[in-house]
């Protein structure tokens, strides 16, 4: 089953992906606020410990993609070092269950 922290996490690499092409193009290009206050708003609600999200602001009608990009690049490194932690977490978790493990084998 996929946690909401991947799928946000997900979501916002396609979204960085897909705007970098235009903002290189276009960056001054008018974003529809709606979009991206959507997203924040997910990402708000996937990850309520990060202080780098929760204090991300809305966007108001006169954003650009330059804007926006930075925004959603600024969210989606956030999102990633959390990734990142919580991986080696789980790792560091495993390993030492694994040596808890070896040392009964080995009693």
Known sequence: MTDVRDEVRSALRMIVENMKSMA???PSAPVDADDFNSVLAHTKKA??????????????G???L???LLKVSIL???????H???VM???????EQTSRQWDEFNR
């Open 76 to 82: 989606q490194g956030a999102v990633d070092a959390d």
């Open 47 to 60: 990850f309520p410990n990060l202080s780098t999200v929760q204090e991300m602001r809305t966007i108001d």
């Open 24 to 26: 290189e193009k276009t």
């Open 62 to 64: 006169g954003a650009n």
């Open 89 to 95: 977490e789980a790792i560091q978790r495993a390993n």
């Open 66 to 68: 330059g804007t926006v």
């Open 84 to 86: 990142e932690r919580r």
